[in-house]
C-alpha cells in the first residue's frame, strides 16, 4: 500500500499500448461508473468518445448561429452604407443593389462561422490551458507520440485508490502510476 | 543662364536698387506662392532671387494693372505694390479678362487675356473681333506658357572675349548707340533691320522714323509665317502694298491649291470658322459648301476635302494652268491678252485631267449661281506667279469682294527678302544688322549659310531667347512677352487692337516698340508712351482719354476714318512673265520632291521650346515632340523603309537624315519635312525634339525643291505618335467599326442614306433594356438626376477640321501636366480630349480621312464608376460624371473598364517633374489654373466638362436670383477655342437648348451607345459632299 | 520505393503508408527534418531570401516612384501585378481544397499531403494579397477600401468586384490560416514534449496550447475540423469565382463573359496541383517521406491535374464558340486576336503547356514517373502564369476604339517583382518545413491500420 503523500494526489493514470486497449479499458472505465475520468491518445481513436460515453458536442449549432448573424450583419451593413448613411448615384444603379452585395454577405458569413468554429472549439476544451496535472509523468510525453493513457481523477466520488487500481489492473494496463496535483 | 560673373553681378546690384522700394514689404501672396523656393532653386541663388524679384513684380503688376478691367482703364504706373492696399476690381481668386491682342505670321487675333491674382492664366478669343471671333489657335492658346518659359532671355547680354556674359540695361545703351551713332554717321549705309511680318501702326510709324534717320539703311523681312508670296503676286500685279485676303461666307465651292487655310495660313481662325459655318446641314436639303484640295501633304484642311488630289509641289502650278485653260477654251472665260501662249495645255495625269474638267465646270456653274460664288485659295508655299493665276481667275469668275477681297495698305513697309540681305552680307555691303525679334540664323533658307554670313557682321539682336542669331551677336537684347508690352495690331482686313499688357516685364526685357523707338530715333521711352501719343497724334482733335478706354475695353479701335484704297491690275505682263519663268524652272517630276511645311505646332520654330505645343499630336501624323520625313506607302516600300528607320535626303551638297513617318496621302515622289524642330541650346523643351531641316531649303523657293536624292540610311530615330492603329477596320478580318458614321450628300441635298448615323448599332436604342426602372426615386430602381439642368454636348465630325487649338485650351485651361517625349512613347499622354484620326483605306495612296474629338463622354450608366472600389468616380445630379481625385486610390480598373479610353493616369508626379527636373519651378508654375486642382501620383484624372466654368457660372446665376444658367453662358474651354464651332455644351434638359436641338436632329448619334452606356456627348455623323463627276 | 503498393490488411486497399511504420517510427521520421539542421536547407533558404531581398529593393523604388516604374501604359492599365494576383491566388487553392474537399469526401490519402499544402495555399496567397496592395496607384490609403467608419462620412463602393476581392481573399486568407492551424496544434504537441531545448520547448509549449490528446479535446477538435473542411469547401470554389469576376463584371471584350468563374476554378485547381507536386517531389526525396508520399499520391494528383487541365482546354474553346456564337464583332475580335494577334505567342505557351501537356497523364508510366511529374509541372505553373497574362493584356491593348490601341511589353522592375515574390514565398516555405512538421503526424496515424480499435497486431494480416 502506497502511503500518503504531502502533495495532493490528481489520480491515477494507466497506460496502454494499443487503441484495441484503450478501447476495451475505457468500456470497462465507463462501465464502472466513473464520471471524473478521461482518456488520452495520440490520435482521435474511432468511436473512442463512444465508449467512453461522452454526449455529442454541441459545437454545430454555435457555428450555425454566428455564420447566420455574419452574413445578415453583412448584408445589413451594405444596405445601411449605401442606402441610408451614403447614398450616392453610381453607374444609375438602384441604392440597394442587393444583387452585387452578395459575394460580400457570403464572405462574411463564412468568416464568421469559421471564427465561432476555432474559437468555440478552444473554448469547450478550456484551450489554452498551459499546465495539467498529467504533464507531471515523464511516461506521460509519449501520449503524443505513441502511448495511450487513462486518467481516473482522484476527485471522482467512485475513486478510491485501491478499487481504481484494480479496475485499472483489469484493463491490462502496461503501467500505472499516481499522478500529483 | 550663363553663370555668374562681374559684369552679372553688376546686373543684379542695380536691380536690388530697382527694387528697393520692396525691401520688407514683400507680400504674404508671395510667400504663398513660393514655399519650397526660398529653400534653394537649382542653388543658384543669383536665379533664386532674380526669380523672387521678378514676382514681386508681377503683383506689383497686377495691381498696377487691375485698373484696365472692364469699364475703367488707368495707366499703369511704373511703381511696386504690395497687395496690402487692394486696387479696386481685384478680387483675390477672381479671373480679371483684358482685351489684347496677339499676332503670329500675318494673321491677328484679338484676344481677351484671363488673369487670376495678377498671374495670365489663359487666352480667349475676343467675340468683337472680326478675326478671331470669340475663337483662337493652338499658338495664341500656348503663348501664354512661353510667357513663363524659364529659359527665355532675361537680361542684356553681350561678347566678351568670345563668350556671352549678362550685362544691366546701362552698359547695353552705351554699347549699342556706338554701334547706332557709326550707323547713323553713314546715313544708314551698311545697316541692315531684320524684321517680322509688320502689321503694328505705331511700329509702323517707327520704320518711318528710322528711313527718315538711316536714308540709306535696308529694310529686311525674315519671317517664313508671313504671307511673302501671296502679297508678291498682289503687288506684282498692282502696286506696292497691294494686299488680299480670302472669305468663305459666300462660297459654295472652295477651291484650295495647297493651301492649309485651316491650319497655318493668313486668317486661317476667321477662313475656318466661315467654311465651317456654310459646312454643316443639319436636315436633308440645307445647304453645303463644297471643297476640293489639291496638296502633295495631307493637312488637316485635305483632311475635310469632300476632294483630295495628292499633287507634287511642282504639279500645282500646271495644275491651275491646265485649269485657267479649260476655263479660257471650254467656258469663255475672258483671260488677259498677255496670257497668250502661256496658259496653255499641260501634260497631266488622267486623275489630273478629270479633276480640271470637273472644277472648271463646278467653278462656272458657282458663278452662275446668283445666290453663291466660288473660291480659289492659293498656299503660301506656292510661288507668288501661282498666286497671281489664281487672283486672276478669282476675279475673272467674279469672286472679287466676294471671296477675295483687295485693299492698299500705304503704311506698309517695303523690305527686301533675305537673298538680299545674304548678297549684300557677302558682298560687303552690308556691315551692321540689327534683328528685331527674328532670328535669320535660323529661319534662312540653308542654301544662303545666313549663320557664316552673319558671324562676319556686327549682329545686334533683340529675341525672346538667346537663339542661333544671338549667339552670333555683339549686343542681345531681351524683348518682353507680348502680353507684357503695349502695342497696337493691324489685322488683314483693317481691324485695329491695341494691345494691353496683363504684366509687368517679369524679367529685365523691354518691349519691341520700345527697342524701334530707341533704334530709330534715340528716345528711350516707356512703350505705354509710345503706343498712347502715336494714337493721340494721330487722331489730334479727335482723340479723347474716353475714346482711348473704350478702345481698350473692346479691343477695336474704332471711329478712325480710312478708306484703304482698291488696287488696280495693270502688270498682267509681269505675271506672264513670272508665270513662264516659273514653269519652265521645275526640275523632271520623276525624281524626289521635298516639301517644307510650317509645323502646325511649333510654327517656323519660334515655339520650339513651348511644352504644350511639343506634345500637342500633330493633327494628322499624330507625332509629338518630333518632326519626320513624311513619304507615301509606297515610296516607303520602294524605298525598303518602316516608321523611324533614318533617311538621307540630299538637295546639292546640303544633306539632313531625318527618320520616315508613312503617311497616307502623300503625293507620290515627295518628302514631306515640317520646319521649326532640331533647335539646339534654347531651353530644355526644344533639347532633341525633331530635326533641323531649314538647311535643305533653297534659296529661290524655300517651300519645295525638286530634284533630290533620298536613301535609306539604315539606322533608326524613334519618334513617337499618340495614335498606333490608324483605321476603324480592326484587321483580321473583322468589319469596320461603327465609330465614326458618315454618308454624302447629292446635288438636291439627299443623303445617300438618310438613316446613316443609326446602322452600325448592334443593337437599335429601342431594343436596349435597362435592368431597372429608369430615373425613379426608388432605393429598388435607378436614382434619379434631380438636377435642373442636365449638362450634354454635341459634336459636329463635318466641322471640327482636327487643328488641334481644343487639346492646349484643354491644358491650359485645366493644368493638365506634360508627360515629355518617353512618357508619349510609353502611351502615358495626360490629354483629356484627343483627336482620333482615322483614315479610310489605309493602302490607298489617297485616302479620306476624318478627324474624332475624344473626350469623357459622361454616360449615364459610367461603366467606370460601378468597378471604383472607393467610390471616388460618381455621377453628379446634373449628369456629370465626377472624379473625386482626393478618394481615388489608384486603382485604374475604370481605366480599363472605359469603352472609349479616355481616362488618363498619373503614373509617375508628372506635375512636380514639370517643376522640378524640367526647371519650370517655380515661374512655370504660375500658368496654373487656381480654379482647378493640380493632381497628384497615383490618381485617375479625365475631362469634367470644365465644371469649375459650370459652378462659376451657377454661381453667378445664384447671385443674379436665377436658378438656372442661361443657354450658352457656360462653354467649355474645348467649345470656347474652337474656331469651327464644332463643339455645343450646354442643357440637354432643356429642349430649346442649342445642344438639345442639335441631338434632335437626323446626325446624332453616340458612339457605342449599344453597350447602354448612355454617353451625354454624342456626335453629329460626317456628310461628304462629293461630285458626281469625280466620285 | 516499392515497385507495387502494399494493400491494408483490414479494407484490402493499398495502404497509405507504406513498410508497416510504428506510431514512433512515423514520429520519427517527420520529426527528422526539423531537429536535425541539413546543409541543403540553408543552401535553399538563403538562396530564397536574397529574391526576397530583390522583392523588397523592387517595391522600395515602386513606392518611391510609383507605378510609371512598371511597363503600364494607357490602355493596358493592368499588367504583371494583376497577372501575379491572380497566378498566386489560384495557387493558393490546392491546400485547402486536399484538406477540405478531399476531406469531407473521405480520401484518407490526402493526410500526407495536407499540411504542406496548406502551408504552401498561405504563403501564395500572402504573396497575392501582396500584389493589389502595391499596384494601387497610391497604397498609403488603401484602406479606404475597407468599411471603416471615418470622419469623411464616406464608404466604399460595394458594387466593385475589387470590394468583393478585399473581402475573399482576406477571408480565404483568415480561414486557411485557422483551418492549418487547427489542424499543426496535435503536432505542436508531439514537438513540445519531443522538444530538447529550453527555447523549443516553450515556443511549442505556447503554440500547442497545452494540448494533451484529450478525448473529449479530440472529440469537439473533431467537430470543429468537420465544420471548417464545410466552410472552406464553398469558400475555396468562391474566391477564384470573385476573382473571375474582376474581369468577368467589366465590359471588356475577353473579359466580359459568364464561363469565368466555372473556368478560373478549374484553373485554380489545376495550377493548385501543378505546384504541390513542383514542391513536394523534391520535397519527398530530401526529407525521406517517400513512405509517406508515395507514388499512389502523386498519381492521384496527376489525375487531378489531368481532370483540370482539360477542363480548362474545354473553356478555351468554349470561349471562341460563344464568342463566335454571340455575333458580337467586338467579342469575337478580342478572342481571334488573342490567337492570331500581337500576342499570339503567349496564347501559343499557355494552349500548350495548360492543355497539350497534361494529355500525357494518359499513360501510367508518366503518372508514376516522379521526374516526369516535376517536370510537367513546372509547365503547368508557367502556362497558368501565361492564361493570366493572355486574359489581362490581350484584352485590354486591343479593346473598342482602335485609336487608343497600343502595344505592352513589361520593365525590368515587374520582372524583379516578380522573381521577388517568389523570393518571399520560397523563404516562407523553407522556414515552414524548418521549423513545423511538413505531415500531420496526428492524422497519419489515424489513418494507419493499427489505429483501428478493431486492428489485431497477432491477428492474420494477409487473411
Given at each position: ?66 455564420g ?63 499546465y ?5 509523468s ?6 503524443t ?12 466520488p ?24 | ?36 523656393e ?36 488707368r ?17 483675390p481668386?477672381?479671373?480679371l ?31 468683337k ?80 522714323t ?16 508671313a ?20 472669305h ?22 476667321r ?20 471643297l ?37 477654251t ?24 478629270k ?12 458663278r ?10 492659293v ?38 527678302d ?19 525679334d ?15 554670313l ?15 542669331t ?22 488683314s ?54 475714346r482711348?478706354?473704350q ?45 517644307f ?152 441635298g ?18 436596349l ?45 485645366n ?77 485604374r ?42 493632381r ?6 479625365k ?46 434638359a ?42 | ?71 503600364l ?103 486557411s ?47 470543429a ?60 526525396s ?15 494528383m ?162
Open positions: 500500500m502506497a502511503k500518503p503523500s504531502k502533495k495532493k494526489v490528481f489520480g491515477l493514470l494507466a497506460e496502454y499500448e494499443t487503441p484495441r486497449e484503450i478501447f476495451a479499458a475505457c468500456e470497462k472505465v465507463r462501465d464502472a461508473g466513473y464520471q471524473k475520468w478521461d482518456s488520452y491518445t495520440p490520435f482521435p481513436v474511432h468511436n473512442l468518445d463512444k465508449a467512453m460515453g461522452l454526449k455529442p458536442s454541441m459545437l454545430g449549432w454555435l457555428v450555425f448561429v454566428c447566420i448573424s455574419g452574413a445578415s450583419g453583412g448584408m445589413l451593413l451594405q444596405w445601411w452604407t449605401s442606402t441610408i448613411e451614403y447614398p450616392i448615384i453610381i453607374a444609375a444603379k438602384p441604392y440597394f443593389s442587393y444583387q452585387a452585395f452578395v459575394p460580400v454577405t457570403f464572405e462574411l458569413g463564412i468568416l464568421l462561422a469559421s471564427f465561432a468554429a476555432v474559437f468555440g472549439m478552444l473554448a469547450f476544451n478550456r484551450l489554452p490551458q498551459w495539467h496535472s498529467c504533464f507531471n515523464e511516461r506521460f510525453a509519449r501520449v507520440d505513441d502511448k495511450f493513457f487513462i486518467c481516473i481523477e482522484s476527485t471522482d467512485k475513486y478510491s485508490l485501491e478499487k481504481t487500481r484494480t479496475l485499472l489492473e483489469g484493463t491490462g494496463a502496461a503501467h500505472i502510476e499516481e499522478v500529483e496535483d | 543662364m550663363s553663370k555668374p560673373n562681374a559684369s552679372l553681378k553688376a546686373y543684379w546690384r542695380s536691380l536690388d536698387a530697382h527694387s528697393s522700394l520692396v525691401q520688407g514689404s514683400a507680400p504674404q501672396a508671395s510667400h504663398d506662392e513660393f514655399p519650397a526660398a529653400a534653394g532653386v537649382g542653388g543658384e541663388l543669383t536665379q533664386l532671387r532674380v526669380r523672387r524679384r521678378s514676382f514681386v513684380g508681377i503683383l506689383g503688376a497686377s495691381t498696377a494693372l487691375a485698373g484696365l478691367t472692364t469699364g475703367c482703364i495707366k499703369p504706373v511704373e511703381r511696386i505694390l504690395p497687395f496690402a492696399k487692394r486696387p479696386e476690381d481685384v478680387v481668386g477672381e479671373a479678362f483684358y482685351s489684347t491682342g496677339f499676332q503670329v505670321g500675318g494673321s491677328v487675333l484679338g484676344i481677351l487675356a484671363e488673369a487670376t491674382d495678377g498671374r495670365p492664366i489663359k487666352i480667349e478669343g475676343n467675340p473681333h472680326g478675326a478671331s471671333q470669340g475663337a483662337t489657335d493652338v499658338w495664341a492658346q500656348a503663348s501664354v506658357l512661353s510667357l513663363y518659359d524659364p529659359d527665355r532671355s532675361q537680361f542684356p547680354q553681350t561678347v566678351t572675349d568670345g563668350e556671352l556674359v549678362g550685362a544691366d540695361w546701362e552698359s547695353a545703351r552705351a554699347g549699342v548707340d556706338e554701334i547706332l551713332g557709326a550707323a547713323r554717321k553713314a546715313g544708314g549705309k551698311g545697316m541692315a533691320l531684320v524684321i517680322p511680318w509688320t502689321v503694328s501702326p505705331s511700329l509702323r510709324a517707327q520704320l518711318e528710322l528711313k527718315k534717320n538711316y536714308p540709306e539703311a535696308r529694310l529686311v523681312l525674315c519671317d517664313p509665317m504671307p511673302i508670296n501671296a502679297t508678291a503676286s498682289v503687288e506684282m500685279l498692282a502696286q506696292p502694298g497691294a494686299r488680299m485676303t480670302h468663305l461666307s459666300g462660297a459654295s465651292v472652295v477651291v484650295s491649291i495647297d493651301s492649309d487655310f485651316m491650319g497655318a495660313e493668313l486668317d486661317h481662325v477662313l475656318s470658322k466661315e467654311f465651317a459655318r456654310k459646312r454643316s446641314p443639319l436636315g436633308q436639303g440645307d445647304p453645303m459648301n463644297r476640293y484640295v489639291v496638296e502633295p501633304h495631307f493637312s488637316s484642311t485635305g483632311a475635310n476635302a469632300d476632294h483630295r488630289l495628292p499633287l507634287r509641289s511642282s504639279k500645282i502650278g500646271p495644275f491651275l494652268i491646265a485649269l485657267a485653260h479649260e476655263l479660257a471650254n467656258h469663255g472665260i475672258k483671260m488677259p491678252s498677255s496670257f497668250e501662249g502661256i496658259i496653255g495645255a499641260q501634260e497631266l495625269g488622267e486623275q489630273e485631267a479633276w480640271v474638267a470637273a472644277l472648271a465646270k463646278e467653278l462656272i456653274a458657282a452662275d449661281d446668283r445666290e453663291s460664288h466660288s473660291a480659289i485659295l498656299g503660301e508655299r506656292q510661288p507668288a506667279w501661282v498666286h497671281g493665276l489664281g487672283l486672276v481667275l478669282n476675279v475673272a469668275l467674279g469672286n472679287q469682294t466676294k471671296s477675295v477681297h483687295l485693299r492698299v495698305e500705304e503704311s506698309a513697309p517695303v523690305t527686301e533675305l537673298n538680299a540681305l545674304a548678297e549684300g552680307l557677302s558682298s560687303g555691303a552690308i556691315t551692321t544688322v540689327f534683328c528685331l527674328t532670328n535669320p540664323a535660323l529661319v534662312a533658307p540653308g542654301e544662303l549659310g545666313m549663320g557664316e552673319l558671324g562676319k557682321a556686327t549682329v545686334v539682336h533683340a529675341g525672346y531667347h538667346l537663339d542661333e544671338a549667339r552670333l551677336a555683339a549686343w542681345h537684347l531681351p524683348i518682353s512677352h507680348q502680353l507684357e508690352s503695349w502695342g497696337d495690331l493691324e489685322s482686313e483693317g481691324i485695329i487692337t491695341v494691345c494691353q499688357p496683363l504684366i509687368v516685364p517679369m524679367y529685365d526685357t523691354k518691349s519691341t516698340i520700345e527697342l524701334l523707338s530707341w533704334w530709330s530715333s534715340g528716345h528711350w521711352m516707356p512703350n505705354y508712351d509710345l503706343v498712347y501719343s502715336f494714337w493721340k497724334n494721330l487722331l489730334g482733335g479727335n482723340f479723347s482719354k474716353r482711348w478706354e478702345w481698350l475695353h473692346d479691343g477695336i479701335v474704332s471711329g478712325i476714318p480710312r478708306s484703304p484704297g482698291i488696287p488696280v491690275f495693270e502688270h498682267f505682263d509681269t505675271l506672264a512673265e513670272a508665270i513662264n519663268d516659273g514653269v519652265s524652272k521645275y526640275g523632271p517630276d520623276t525624281e524626289f520632291e521635298v516639301n511645311h510650317i509645323d502646325p505646332k511649333v510654327g517656323d520654330g519660334r515655339y520650339a521650346n513651348n511644352g504644350w505645343l511639343q506634345e500637342c499630336p500633330h493633327p494628322m501624323s499624330k507625332l509629338c515632340w518630333d518632326n519626320g520625313a513624311y513619304i507615301s506607302p509606297a515610296d516607303a516600300k520602294e524605298l525598303g523603309v518602316e516608321n523611324c528607320d533614318l533617311l538621307n535626303i540630299q538637295v546639292g551638297e546640303r544633306t539632313i537624315q531625318a527618320p520616315v513617318w508613312i503617311m497616307p496621302g502623300q503625293a507620290s515622289k515627295t518628302v514631306s519635312l515640317n520646319i521649326g524642330y532640331g533647335r539646339e541650346g534654347i531651353g530644355y523643351v526644344a533639347e532633341d525634339a525633331g530635326i533641323n531641316v531649314y538647311p535643305l531649303q533653297g534659296a529661290k523657293n524655300p517651300w519645295f525643291v525638286a530634284n533630290s536624292g533620298v536613301s535609306k540610311l539604315g539606322g533608326q530615330r524613334m519618334i513617337y505618335s499618340t495614335q498606333d492603329h490608324g483605321t476603324l477596320d480592326p484587321g483580321l478580318g473583322y468589319p469596320l467599326r461603327p465609330i465614326v458614321r458618315e454618308t454624302s450628300v447629292d446635288a438636291e439627299k443623303w445617300a442614306n438618310p438613316e446613316f448615323a443609326d446602322e452600325g448599332d448592334l443593337m437599335k436604342p429601342e431594343d433594356k435597362s435592368l431597372w426602372e429608369h430615373n425613379t426615386e426608388a432605393t429598388l430602381g435607378e436614382p434619379k438626376l434631380t438636377g435642373k439642368q442636365q449638362w450634354g454636348m454635341v459634336i459636329d465630325l463635318n466641322r471640327c477640321n482636327g487643328c488641334s487649338a481644343c487639346v492646349v485650351a484643354c491644358q491650359a485651361e493644368n493638365i501636366p506634360l508627360v515629355g517625349k518617353k512618357e508619349v512613347g510609353n502611351g502615358r499622354e495626360m490629354h483629356w480630349i484627343r483627336l482620333d484620326r482615322y483614315f479610310s483605306g489605309w493602302d490607298a495612296e489617297s485616302p479620306e480621312a476624318v478627324m474624332q474629338p475624344m473626350l469623357c463622354q459622361h454616360c449615364e450608366t459610367a461603366p467606370c464608376e460601378n468597378v471604383c472600389p472607393v467610390a471616388a468616380t460618381t455621377h453628379s445630379p446634373e449628369g456629370l460624371n465626377d472624379m473625386a481625385y482626393n478618394r481615388c486610390i489608384g486603382t480598373y475604370c481605366a480599363n473598364n472605359c469603352p472609349y479610353k479616355v481616362r488618363r493616369f498619373n503614373f509617375h508626379n508628372y506635375n512636380k517633374r514639370m517643376d522640378e527636373d524640367w526647371g519650370q519651378d517655380p515661374v512655370g508654375r504660375m500658368v496654373r489654373n487656381p480654379d482647378v486642382t493640380v497628384f501620383r497615383g490618381v485617375i484624372e475631362c469634367t466638362f470644365c465644371v469649375q466654368r459650370i459652378n462659376g457660372a451657377k454661381i453667378t446665376a445664384h447671385v443674379a436670383g436665377e436658378d438656372t444658367v442661361a443657354d450658352g453662358v457656360i462653354v467649355s474651354a474645348c467649345e470656347q477655342v474652337c474656331p469651327s464651332e464644332a463643339i455645343v455644351f450646354g442643357d440637354v432643356d429642349p430649346t437648348s442649342r445642344v438639345s436641338k442639335l441631338k434632335a436632329t437626323e446626325r446624332n448619334y453616340g458612339v457605342l451607345s449599344d453597350l447602354l452606356t448612355r454617353p451625354r456627348t454624342t456626335y453629329l455623323g460626317r456628310i461628304r459632299n462629293p461630285n458626281p463627276e469625280l466620285a | 520505393m516499392a515497385a507495387f503498393d502494399e494493400l491494408d490488411p483490414l479494407t484490402g486497399r493499398k495502404v497509405l503508408v507504406e513498410n508497416n511504420l510504428t506510431f514512433h517510427e512515423v514520429t520519427e521520421t517527420v520529426a527528422a527534418p526539423i531537429e536535425i539542421p541539413s546543409g541543403r536547407w540553408w543552401a535553399f533558404f538563403l538562396a530564397s531570401l536574397m529574391l526576397l531581398g530583390l522583392l523588397l529593393v523592387s517595391l522600395g523604388w515602386l513606392f518611391w516612384e510609383g507605378v510609371g516604374i512598371w511597363g501604359n494607357n490602355p493596358v492599365d493592368w499588367g504583371w501585378a494583376i497577372v501575379n494576383f491572380v497566378f498566386w491566388v489560384g495557387i493558393g487553392h490546392a491546400g485547402t481544397l486536399i484538406s477540405a474537399v478531399l476531406f469531407l469526401f473521405r480520401q484518407k490519402w490526402r493526410t500526407s499531403i495536407n499540411r504542406a499544402a496548406e502551408a504552401m495555399t498561405i504563403f501564395a496567397v500572402i504573396c497575392a494579397l501582396l500584389f493589389p496592395t502595391v499596384h494601387a496607384g497610391r497604397p498609403w490609403v488603401l484602406y479606404w477600401s475597407l468599411p471603416l467608419p471615418n470622419q469623411m462620412g464616406m464608404w466604399p463602393n460595394f458594387r466593385s468586384p475589387l470590394l468583393w476581392d478585399v473581402f475573399a481573399v482576406s477571408t480565404y486568407f483568415t480561414v490560416l485557422m483551418f492549418w492551424y487547427v489542424g499543426l496544434i496535435p503536432d505542436l504537441a508531439t514537438m513540445r514534449d519531443r522538444a530538447k531545448t529550453k527555447a523549443r520547448k516553450i515556443a511549442y509549449g505556447i503554440f500547442s496550447l497545452g494540448w494533451r490528446g484529450s478525448t473529449r479535446h479530440w472529440q469537439h477538435y473533431e467537430k475540423y468537420l465544420i471548417l473542411a464545410g466552410l472552406a469547401t464553398p469558400l475555396v470554389l468562391s474566391v477564384h469565382t470573385i476573382v473571375s469576376f474582376d474581369f468577368a463584371v467589366s465590359q471588356l471584350p475577353g473579359w466580359h463573359t459568364t464561363i469565368f468563374p466555372p473556368y478560373f476554378v478549374a484553373g485554380a485547381i489545376f495550377s493548385g496541383f501543378g505546384m504541390v507536386l513542383t514542391l513536394m517531389i523534391p520535397l519527398r530530401w526529407f525521406k517521406l517517400e513512405n509517406f508520399i508515395t507514388l499512389k499520391h502523386l498519381e492521384n496527376a489525375k487531378i491535374i489531368l481532370v483540370t487541365g482539360t477542363m480548362v482546354g474545354y473553356a478555351y474553346a468554349m470561349e471562341f464558340f460563344i464568342a463566335w456564337y454571340s455575333g458580337n464583332p467586338y467579342e469575337s475580335f478580342a478572342f481571334a486576336n488573342r490567337a492570331f494577334g500581337d500576342y499570339w505567342w503567349a496564347y501559343l505557351t499557355m494552349v500548350s503547356c495548360n492543355v497539350i501537356s497534361p494529355q500525357l497523364f494518359w499513360f501510367k508510366a508518366i503518372r508514376r514517373s516522379p521526374l516526369a511529374l516535376f517536370i510537367i509541372s513546372i509547365f503547368v505553373n508557367i502556362g497558368m502564369w501565361f492564361e493570366r497574362f493572355v486574359i489581362t493584356v490581350t484584352s485590354l491593348h486591343h479593346d473598342f476604339l482602335p485609336s487608343s490601341w497600343d502595344y505592352y511589353s513589361p520593365t525590368l522592375w515587374d520582372v524583379t517583382t516578380l522573381l521577388g515574390s517568389f523570393g518571399l514565398f520560397f523563404t516562407l516555405f523553407c522556414l515552414f518545413c524548418r521549423y513545423l512538421p511538413i505531415i500531420a503526424i496526428a492524422e497519419v496515424k489515424s489513418v494507419m491500420p493499427q489505429a483501428d480499435p478493431h486492428y489485431d497486431p497477432k491477428g492474420d494480416h494477409h487473411g
